[in-house]
Each structure stands twice: as structure tokens, then as C-alpha cells.
């Protein structure tokens, strides 16, 4: 058995970034079921929001609103655009890079239903930038530890007093242990493992929310599931490429296979994605052609280098020639049900990231403020942690029995959990996309 004061789940930007913001006296474990680096967090392609000045915070608060079909939480799209002015200076006294102009200020750039251009980035690898350098934070500070291929299968709890007392994870060579914490944080990402075509890891499979399922925490919006219009189109099997929206930002063209434009290609991120498969079906193909070939290809070079590259490993230069695409999923804006604090319905438990909901994406999470959304609340995770956690209470040592067997095929168990629980909230949503899993 093991004791920490918090578990963090995940080392993503969400877990990440909420074991930095935890003041030093506490002992932190973090866990993540794979290497370190392999978190969707990483992945990111496009950029980070932040509000550019007072006069743009109407714009941001609608386009968020607007995007999320105005079914988001008003209380938390407030909290995240007021707090990414100081979680974009966090980030820099971090390490992080953000492209600037020659006089040192931040350069922004645009995406989907965004009305300003409003978006921080470093080339296409806003992500890798941004968890790199919190990655690199985490492994200087003394009070962490990160496990990797280590894996939660369960939380320990009292679910008559409704409080969490630590976890049971699964080391890498496949033992069970307990950890006795005073509070955990599930930072576990989103759900495109359960997915035939995602742009997320495959290991993201929506872990968390199956344990809250089963401990009776409350989630929402469970089929609130957002489709990507753009991943590079392939038949081989794996993570779907990402091709970021940010491209389409830059004024990339879609076409049908009579090389016509059918959308406005700046529309919410459902509604390009819903007019692609009607053109699909229309089309007789599996794809729609994205094209860049009229922007100038050094341009094209220089601001997308990583998908740049990613396409000609697949056969095309898409300097010369339009790329094929087809919609993927990518996000998830439902999850574990939090409050602006990140505290779940469970005391001691904190949901933060793209597995926790605290309806700030509403219907539709607008691009790039996922990576923003993980950060600020994560951060005030930490910060309700400080005011609320003793650092360095003696952990009961006493060993809560559990039933190993229960745990032999917890991976199967939890997936089947998550697809019900998608099935039973919206049949017509699993048909179109995950009944090749029924
Ligand atoms: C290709 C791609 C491009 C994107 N581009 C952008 C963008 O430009 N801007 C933007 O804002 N957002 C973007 N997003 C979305 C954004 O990256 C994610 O929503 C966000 O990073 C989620 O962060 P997270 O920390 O919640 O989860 P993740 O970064 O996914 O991290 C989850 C962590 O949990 C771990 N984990 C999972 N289950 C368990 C378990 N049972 N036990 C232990 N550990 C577990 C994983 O190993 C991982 O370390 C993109 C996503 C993808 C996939």
C-alpha cells in the first residue's frame, strides 16, 4: 500500500497542471497508464484561447456561447475567459513559447467560429509546447511523483459518508495496490479509445467516468460526443491524423469530388462535420478533399510544418494538391459532473479536463478552448485542495479488502459501461457512430 496526501489521475494538461498549482507541502502522486508524454494533451494542434482585451470579452463569451448551441453554463465560461490572461502568463513563467511578433508581442490566430482572431500558438504544436514544458516542471519539483503505466481501476470510498479515500490502481506489471490519499483528482482525458476513427490515443478510454458510474457520482451530458470535420482520411487502422481547424482558420477550401465548395467552412465544428457526411453520401466516397494549394506554400510550410509533414508521409503534398478527409470524433464535452471548483458529487474527489463536465462547451466545445478550459480549472482544483487539505495528515494504513477477481477484465468492464451509458441517452447517435462496437 501506498499514501499520498492527493492522487492525481493523468498527465495530460489537466493533471499536470493541477499537481504544479498544488502548494509544495503536500505529497503528490501522479499516475498516468502510459509513458508520460502520451496524453491527448500533447497532441494539441491549433492553439490555446485567451481573451486579447476588455473590448473582446463579449465577442469570446458569445462565440463560446454560440458554438455550444447556448446550452453551456454562463458561470463557467465567465470563470475561463476572465482567467486566461493569467493562465497564458502561467504558462510563459512555465517555460512555454508562444509565437510572438518582432516586438515581442503574442501573435494570435484564428479558428472555426471564432470572430477575432484570439487564439495563442507555437507553429502546429501548441500542445507539445505547452505539456512538454509542464512535463518537465513536474519531474523538478520534490513533492511529485509520476508513475507511468500505471493504471486506476478503481477509487476507494465510503459511499454511505460519500467520501473518497484514495484508489486502486494497476502497476505496470499488472499488480493491484492500494493508495490511500485525502484527495484524488481524475485528470483521465476523454473518450476516443472507444472509437473506430478518433484523432485521440487509443488508451483514453474514458476510465474515470465508468468508476464514477459505478459508485453512483453523478455525470452529464454523457452524449455529448463533438465529431472533428477534419482527420486525414486512411484505411489504416490507429489514431486518426488530425488536420487542425486552424487550417481551415488560414482559409483552406473544401470540396466535393466535382471540386465545388459546399459549406462555409468557418461554421461550429458539428454543423461542418454534418454537411461533410451529407456530401459524402452524395459523393459516393469515404472523403471530401481539403485544399490549401491557392494559399502561398511557404506560408503553408512554415505555419503547419507538423501536418505538413504527417501528409507527405501519407502520399501528398498538400502545397500541390487537395488532402482527403473525413469527420472523426475528437472531443468529449460531457463527463463527471463538477462544480466551478472542480469538486465532483463525491467529497475529496476532483474532476478536471475533458473527463470532467462543468458545461462550459455546452452542445459544441468552440475550438481551442480545451487546453484553456483544462488549465483553469484544474488550477482551481488546486487552489479549493489548499483551502481545504491538511498537508501531511497520517493515511489510515489499514488495507480496505477488495476482490481482485473483480478486476481481471476491469478494461473490458469499464468500456461496456461507458458505450451502454452513450447507447441508453442517445440510440441514434450510437447507430451513426459506434455501432460497429455493439
Ligand atoms: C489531435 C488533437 C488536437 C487537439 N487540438 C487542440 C487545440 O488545438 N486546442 C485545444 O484547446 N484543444 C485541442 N485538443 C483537445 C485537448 O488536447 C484535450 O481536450 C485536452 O488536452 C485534454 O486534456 P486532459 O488533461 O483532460 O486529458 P489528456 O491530455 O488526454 O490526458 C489524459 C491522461 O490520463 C491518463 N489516463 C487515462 N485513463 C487513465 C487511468 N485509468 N489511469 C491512469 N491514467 C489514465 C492518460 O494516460 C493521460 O495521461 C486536441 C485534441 C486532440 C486529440
Known amino acids: ?45 491549433g492553439g490555446m484561447c485567451m481573451l486579447l482585451d476588455d473590448d473582446d470579452y463579449d465577442s469570446y463569451f458569445e462565440d463560446t456561447m454560440k458554438a455550444g448551441h447556448y446550452e453551456n453554463n454562463k458561470e463557467s465560461v465567465d470563470i475561463m475567459i476572465r482567467s486566461s490572461q493569467h493562465i497564458a502568463q502561467e504558462l510563459v513563467d512555465y517555460g512555454v513559447d508562444f509565437q510572438r511578433d518582432e516586438n515581442g508581442n503574442f501573435e494570435f490566430t484564428r479558428e472555426g467560429a471564432h470572430s477575432e482572431n484570439r487564439i495563442l500558438f507555437h507553429e502546429d504544436l501548441t500542445g507539445q509546447e505547452i505539456t512538454s514544458k509542464l512535463l518537465a516542471r513536474a519531474r523538478e519539483r520534490k513533492n511529485i511523483t509520476i508513475r507511468e503505466n500505471t493504471t486506476l481501476v478503481d477509487i476507494i470510498c465510503d459511499e454511505k459518508a460519500n467520501v473518497c479515500k484514495g484508489g486502486i490502481i494497476r ?8 493508495v490511500r490519499t485525502q484527495a484524488v483528482v481524475l485528470a483521465t482525458g476523454g473518450i476516443g479509445g472507444l472509437f473506430q476513427f478518433s484523432t485521440n490515443y487509443r488508451h483514453i478510454t474514458g ?61 461550429p465544428r458539428d454543423v461542418v462535420s454534418q454537411a ?91 475550438a481551442s478552448n480545451s487546453l484553456l478550459e483544462s488549465l483553469v480549472f484544474a488550477e482551481r482544483a488546486a487552489n479549493h485542495i489548499a483551502e481545504t487539505v491538511e498537508a501531511g495528515k497520517p493515511m489510515p494504513t489499514d488495507e480496505i479488502p477488495f476482490d481482485p477477481a473483480f478486476y481481471a477484465d476491469i478494461d473490458e468492464k469499464n468500456r461496456t459501461e461507458v458505450l451502454k451509458a452513450i447507447k441508453r441517452k442517445d440510440e441514434a447517435f450510437y447507430d451513426q457512430w459506434l455501432d460497429h462496437d455493439a
Open 1 to 45: 500500500m501506498e499514501t499520498a496526501d492527493i492522487l492525481v489521475v493523468g498527465t495530460g494538461a489537466a493533471g499536470l497542471f493541477n499537481a504544479l498549482q498544488l502548494p509544495e507541502k503536500y505529497k503528490v502522486l501522479v499516475i498516468t497508464k502510459s509513458e508520460a508524454d502520451q496524453a491527448d494533451s500533447f497532441l494539441a494542434q
Open 171 to 178: 502497476n505496470a506489471d499488472g499488480t493491484l495496490e492500494e
Open 207 to 267: 476510465d474515470a467516468l465508468a468508476i464514477a458510474m459505478r459508485h453512483h457520482i453523478e455525470v452529464e451530458h454523457i452524449n455529448y460526443i463533438q465529431i472533428h470535420p477534419t482527420t486525414l482520411y486512411t484505411t489504416k487502422p490507429g489514431r486518426s491524423f488530425l488536420i487542425s481547424e486552424s487550417v481551415r482558420g488560414e482559409g483552406a477550401y473544401l470540396y466535393n469530388k466535382d471540386g465545388e465548395r459546399f459549406v462555409n467552412e468557418l461554421l
Open 276 to 366: 461533410i457526411c451529407k456530401q459524402m453520401e452524395k459523393d459516393g466516397r469515404p472523403y471530401v478533399e481539403l485544399s490549401v494549394t491557392h494559399l502561398d506554400p511557404d506560408f503553408v510550410r512554415n505555419r503547419f510544418p507538423n501536418i505538413y509533414r504527417q501528409c507527405l508521409k501519407e502520399g501528398y503534398d498538400m502545397t500541390k494538391e487537395p488532402i482527403p478527409v473525413t469527420p472523426g470524433q475528437h472531443y468529449f464535452m460531457g463527463g463527471i459532473k463538477v462544480n466551478s471548483d472542480s469538486e465532483t458529487s463525491m467529497d475529496g474527489l476532483y474532476a478536471a479536463g475533458e473527463t470532467s463536465c462543468n458545461g462550459v462547451h455546452g452542445r459544441n466545445r468552440l
